[in-house]
């Protein structure tokens, strides 16, 4: 009855939000002067804008302070190198192929619309004035930006490498920057060498943008990791302190950096699967979902009903999988040292489902082009079933010995506070944002594969503090208990892959019926669908907050560029914002307290 | 003359050698015991490989740990760098010496053992700090500096919250203080006080609620961050030795030290210190940690209130 | 055998003294001046008052020099003070406090070997128990009791308020002085 109903309703949200978008840019065109900017009709829902380096800045600026319901958020700012790209895609006609481009995502929450701002550059002016003046959170991008791909940002504060050492030679996301160590000359490293590249790790508190004495007191300068026990990774804080006082804090990341971008590059669509699951490590398949969502966007692939159930059961299963750890670490970072492990057994427990229907277990890389990667194992529901029924009392449990800890308490609550508006600007997303009272959860407001047929609420809290953030993850693991019990009552029949060509694999029944699938079979599984020339960009609520791909084709096997977008990146650079005038203590909580993990910053 | 005190001598030093041992042996194997608590009530096996249910895993550990590369940095203050994991040993051992175990098991019988042992805890605080500056390591800095303020401030209450006993028993002599607890155990009419010295006694040997001086999560390893082998060895085993002896004070001072029926008065000692210990470990494994200034705000707000009013009522009570 | 401990634990005292103004660390001058007190505190316990021998440890080596401790570990004091203090061992600099210390000393001896001091009648002639301490203290000496206390409490008052930090947010008195020198 259910799946019938599921047919029935088949959503395409893929649809809505093309009209939504297309509606905005209606009301755009009216009201505003379009020598800013031009119009280009995309077809992931994202209304895009294409503007030149003098005008983007005013435009910018129009988006989030002049228009009703603005886009208060920055989202994304990234670049394509457009050098090697062959099909000019969604380019306003009339206008110059650029070099490269820089790529503004924004967010109205109000809207609940996603808007991408494009500015062409060509090679000999790689510069553009600097966002930081309106998004605080733009300092990081645009510092990536300069870091990847070499566009300098006029008027940047500290315009300085951020994932790449900074005796690195060369942009590494541009296509003429080698992609892998054998492609160049064999690395060594000379006396001299080492000594410069030591000499340039040697901390200097000005180069970092602070001073070594203050009025009637020198500063101690605390370096807080990148390895240490609780920075969750390599994650670096440099304090400047006043005892045990936080006066400024400078959070440097990139230790951590692996070039999941660049290798997207060289990967065919789906064998680049697995990298995704390495992004975010504590979401497992939840990091599929946003790349194979924006892949279906661009192939137009319409996904079963019972793959996309069978996604959101796994996704939220590995919702709760991470905010699990979350909660322990959350504990164990204050001093409390038990949770952790309680949490860790009912963690092992949702990995025996895992690794029961998938075969893996932290990194499954189980959701494919147009489906998953096998139907459903029998004894699954009773799998499931047991597991909802154990939860609520352990999660109770953990209520009496974490949440409701005196102690626990007066260590989280008041501290790391931030309040909506804060946060917009900031680019926080998920329980993050949820913690400071708004109820805006991308599952209800943009739902995709099929979240608008679950009942579930979004738990949201007032305080915005470090408390808050903990309570908001607690209550939506009850959440997530709910959509998983919802797809187990009412698991669709039906197939678990989609019989769309560019499905990968692709099924395997038909191929010995005639030569023409057979082909087609062997040639998607050896070099991989070819999908069609666009760009799609799917975000999703992940476990940390907001995740997507922007996935540019070129109409080739791989990638042309892949952005990925994580939550964890705008989260840490408001670590400083938060945290200074408190104590070194007061730092762990907030870090605890954020969510993060370094692979989801660096990628 | 020398004749007849020679067979007392080699009994003394039976019994203070046998003490020292006896403690140092306890302490060594509080660090599998208290593994093995804590895996209990963590739903995990703790150590359990080596010998039976894990008991050689101390054996192990000590091996291990005289074998390790004794690491002493070159920016350190050596000397003092050595000395201080030895202070606390030696401090905590001095401490048992005026503890009475049983009737004629102790090692000295001092007028002024209450004061002796709260200078010996006094001295072992030198331990950390030390450790902490000799380190010329940042953390070990801020380590040392939190266990001088904490240290020093809980030991002002510790004093005063024994000032009750000391009234009520009219004695500094632990021997005397046991045998007055005959009408009834002092953690009755000194409940707060024991309270206030079972706090302050956490704080004293840094454990985990009060473990700021170490603090894992914010400073690595705090005061012995840069300490390894067996100086990293007599700070674990030091901290051990002042579990085992606050425990065993409190059992002295509060709970009737080997008084009870039935048994032997040893058993009734050792128990009443198992359980203290036993408490010491749970709380380590059920409770977070507070911050540097709510400890101290907690101490000079809440604990030294409780303890000069405790001080005070029992005072008006005696002399009315 | 109690001359011989006498002895001993003066000689160590005497020998830790004099490292401390020797020494050019100011945590190792520290530390032989806290052995120094430990071997006045055994003194104290030999010639029969136990209860100031322990009050000598509690107070002085475990609670004042704890503090100052934490103080010099705070100036985070490194060769150039050790060099500093070279300098300052310069005869021209000790030479005038020597002299008029070395006055004092030969007084002092004079005194002790004229006027007959107490170390023939033997050591420990009558031990202090607390007790006589505490009716001392609060009989005949009550007024000096009260003084005292009446002198630390205004030092109390005044250390709040010297460490009290004008626009800082946290405040809390037992580490106004680490905040201070920050």
């Known amino acids: 009855m259910q799946s019938d109903t599921l047919t029935r309703k088949q959503p395409l949200p893929t649809k809505t939000y093309a009209l939504a978008a297309r509606a905005f840019l209606a009301e755009i065109r009216r009201n505003a002067n379009d020598a800013w900017y031009q119009l280009q009709?995309?077809?992931?829902?994202?209304?895009?804008?294409?503007?030149?380096?003098?005008?983007?800045?005013?435009?910018?600026?129009?988006?989030?302070?002049?228009?009703?319901?603005?886009?208060?958020?920055?989202?994304?700012?990234?670049?394509?190198?457009?050098?090697l790209r062959i099909n000019d895609y969604g380019r306003p006609q009339g206008t110059q192929k650029p070099d490269f481009t820089v790529v503004y995502q924004l967010l109205s929450v109000e809207r609940d619309l996603f808007i991408r701002i494009k500015v062409p550059l060509t090679e000999n002016a790689l510069s553009l004035p600097s966002a930081?003046?309106?998004?605080?959170?733009?300092?990081?991008?645009?510092?990536?930006?300069?870091?990847?791909?070499?566009?300098?940002?006029?008027?940047?504060p500290h315009l300085r490498r951020i994932m790449m050492p900074h005796t690195w030679k060369g942009h590494p996301l541009r296509k003429d920057h080698h992609a892998r160590a054998t492609e160049v000359d064999p690395f060594t490293l000379s006396d001299e060498k080492q000594d410069r590249e030591q000499e340039a790790l040697r901390f200097r508190p000005e180069e970092w943008g602070m001073a070594d004495h203050g009025e009637d007191s020198d500063y101690m300068f605390l370096n807080l990791g990148p390895n240490h026990p609780s920075v969750h990774g390599v994650f670096r804080v440099a304090l400047q302190l006043d005892g045990e006082q936080i006066i400024d804090s400078v959070p440097d990341i990139g230790y951590h950096h692996r070039g999941?971008?660049?290798?997207?590059?060289?990967?065919?669509?789906?064998?680049?699967?697995?990298?995704?699951?390495?992004?975010?490590?504590?979401?497992?398949?939840?990091?599929?979902?946003?790349?194979?969502?924006?892949?279906?966007?661009?192939?137009?692939?319409?996904?079963?009903?019972?793959?996309?159930?069978?996604?959101?059961?796994?996704?939220?299963?590995?919702?709760?999988?991470?905010?699990?750890?979350?909660?322990?670490?959350?504990?164990?970072?204050?001093?409390?040292?038990?949770?952790?492990?309680?949490?860790f057994i009912d963690r092992e427990k949702l990995f025996g489902i895992v690794e029961a229907i998938t075969g893996g277990r932290m990194h499954p890389a189980w959701f494919r082009i147009g489906g998953v990667a096998q139907d459903l194992p029998e004894g699954w529901d009773r799998m499931v079933r047991e597991f909802l029924d154990y939860m609520?009392?352990?999660?109770?449990?953990?209520?009496?010995?974490?949440?409701?800890?005196?102690?626990?308490?007066?260590?989280?609550?008041?501290?790391?506070?931030?309040?909506?508006?804060?946060?917009?600007?900031?680019?926080?997303?998920?329980?993050?944002?949820?913690?400071?009272?708004?109820?805006?959860?991308?599952?209800?407001?943009?739902?995709?594969?099929?979240?608008e047929q679950f009942e579930f609420d979004v738990p949201t809290a007032n305080g915005g503090d470090c408390f808050d953030r903990c309570v908001v993850r607690v209550e939506e693991i009850r959440q997530s208990l709910r959509i998983i019990e919802q797809c187990l009552n009412n698991m669709p029949s039906g197939p678990y892959k989609s019989d769309h060509p560019l499905t990968t694999p692709p099924a395997k029944e038909r191929t010995m019926e005639d030569i023409e699938t057979l082909i087609q079979h062997f040639v998607n599984n050896s070099w991989g669908p070819v999908m069609?020339?666009?760009?799609?960009?799917?975000?999703?609520?992940?476990?940390?907050?907001?995740?997507?791909?922007?996935?540019?084709?070129?109409?080739?096997?791989?990638?042309?560029?892949?952005?990925?977008?994580?939550?964890s990146f705008p989260h840490l650079q408001m670590i400083p914002h938060i945290s200074n005038g408190l104590m070194v203590a007061d730092l762990i909580a907030i870090i605890a307290s954020i969510d993060f993990v370094m692979a989801d910053v660096d990628r | 003359m020398e004749a007849v005190t020679e067979p007392s001598v080699l009994a003394t030093l039976l019994n203070i050698g046998g003490i020292l041992l006896a403690a140092v042996i306890f302490a060594a194997l509080l660090t599998w015991g208290e593994r093995r608590l804590l895996g209990f009530w963590q739903d995990r096996p703790g150590p359990n490989r080596v010998g039976p249910f894990g008991l050689l895993q101390v054996v192990a550990d000590m091996i291990k740990l005289f074998f390790k590369e004794d690491f002493v940095p070159k920016f350190a203050d050596i000397p003092v760098f050595i000395l201080a994991p030895t202070i606390v040993m030696i401090a905590m051992l001095m401490g048992f010496a005026v503890l009475p175990i049983a009737p004629g098991i102790g090692v000295i019988d001092l007028n002024i053992g209450l004061l002796f042992f709260l200078a010996m805890s006094s001295m072992a605080v030198y331990s950390v700090i030390l450790g902490g500056y000799a380190s010329n390591n940042k953390y070990a800095l801020l380590g040392g500096l939190r266990a001088a303020a904490q240290t020093v401030s809980y030991e002002v209450f510790m004093g005063i919250s024994l000032m009750g006993v000391v009234m009520m028993a009219g004695t500094f002599n632990l021997r005397e203080i046991v045998l007055a607890q005959e009408g009834g155990w002092y953690i009755v009419p000194q409940f707060f006080g024991f309270l206030v010295f079972l706090v302050a006694g956490i704080a004293e040997s840094h454990r985990l609620p009060f473990d700021l001086p170490e603090a894992e999560h914010e400073l690595t390893a705090g005061f012995?961050?840069?300490?390894?082998?067996?100086?990293?060895?007599?700070?674990?085993?030091?901290?051990?030795?002042?579990?085992?002896?606050?425990?065993?004070?409190?059992?002295?001072?509060?709970?009737?030290?080997?008084?009870?029926?039935?048994?032997?008065?040893?058993a009734w000692f050792l128990i009443k210190t198992f359980v203290l210990v036993v408490f010491f470990v749970l709380l380590r494994a059920a409770i977070p940690r507070p911050r540097y200034d709510q400890l101290m705000d907690f101490g000079w707000k809440v604990m030294l209130p409780v303890s000069l009013i405790n001080l005070l009522a029992t005072a008006a009570i005696l002399i009315s | 055998m109690e001359l011989f401990y006498f002895y001993l634990a003066g000689t160590v005292a005497i020998l830790a003294t004099a490292m401390v103004i020797t020494r050019l660390n100011a945590v190792h001058a520290l530390l032989y001046l806290i052995v120094s007190l430990l071997a006045v505190a055994c003194l104290f316990f030999q010639l029969g008052a136990p209860f100031a021998a322990a009050l000598e440890v509690i107070v002085y080596a475990g609670a004042i020099m704890v503090l100052m401790v934490?103080?010099?570990?705070?100036?985070?004091?490194?060769?150039?003070?050790?060099?500093?203090?070279?300098?300052?061992?310069?005869?021209?600099?000790?030479?005038?406090?020597?002299?008029?210390?070395g006055i004092l000393l030969l007084q002092l001896a004079l005194v002790v070997l004229l006027g007959g001091g107490g170390s023939s009648e033997g050591f420990a002639p009558k031990a202090v128990p607390t007790k006589e301490v505490g009716i001392a203290l609060f009989g005949p000496y009550l007024i000096a009791v009260e003084l005292a206390s009446m002198v630390l409490l205004a030092g109390l008052v005044g250390a709040f308020h010297l460490a009290r930090p004008a626009t800082r947010k946290h405040t809390d008195s037992a580490t106004g002085k680490e905040r201070n020198n920050g």
């Open chain 1, 41 to 83: 009709d995309c077809a992931d829902g994202f209304p895009t804008l294409w503007t030149t380096p003098g005008n983007v800045i005013a435009l910018l600026r129009y988006l989030k302070h002049k228009i009703p319901h603005p886009f208060a958020m920055l989202y994304d700012l990234t670049a394509i190198d457009e050098r």
């Open chain 1, 132 to 156: 930081t003046a309106l998004w605080p959170n733009a300092n990081w991008y645009e510092r990536e930006v300069w870091d990847l791909f070499g566009i300098a940002f006029d008027g940047h």
């Open chain 1, 260 to 343: 999941a971008e660049k290798m997207a590059e060289r990967q065919a669509w789906h064998s680049y699967m697995p990298y995704t699951d390495r992004i975010d490590y504590l979401g497992g398949v939840m990091n599929n979902l946003p790349y194979v969502l924006a892949l279906e966007q661009l192939a137009g692939i319409k996904v079963p009903p019972r793959a996309q159930t069978i996604r959101v059961m796994m996704a939220e299963l590995f919702r709760i999988s991470s905010h699990l750890v979350f909660y322990g670490t959350f504990a164990q970072d204050v001093g409390q040292m038990s949770p952790v492990f309680y949490m």
């Open chain 1, 392 to 451: 609520p009392a352990r999660l109770a449990e953990y209520e009496g010995m974490v949440l409701k800890n005196k102690l626990l308490q007066k260590r989280t609550r008041g501290i790391g506070v931030y309040n909506t508006a804060e946060a917009l600007d900031w680019g926080i997303t998920g329980p993050g944002l949820r913690a400071t009272g708004l109820d805006w959860d991308l599952r209800k407001r943009r739902p995709y594969s099929g979240y």
């Open chain 1, 532 to 567: 069609p020339v666009g760009e799609s960009c799917f975000p999703i609520e992940a476990t940390k907050g907001l995740n997507s791909y922007h996935i540019v084709s070129d109409g080739g096997t791989t990638s042309y560029r892949t952005r990925i977008r994580t939550p």
């Open chain 2, 224 to 266: 012995h961050t840069e300490y390894s082998g067996m100086k990293f060895g007599m700070f674990f085993v030091g901290e051990y030795l002042s579990v085992i002896l606050i425990s065993g004070l409190i059992t002295t001072l509060f709970l009737g030290g080997w008084l009870g029926p039935w048994l032997p008065p040893l």
């Open chain 3, 70 to 101: 934490f103080v010099i570990m705070m100036l985070n004091q490194g060769d150039a003070a050790v060099q500093q203090e070279s300098a300052w061992l310069n005869p021209k600099l000790w030479a005038g406090p020597g002299i008029l210390c």
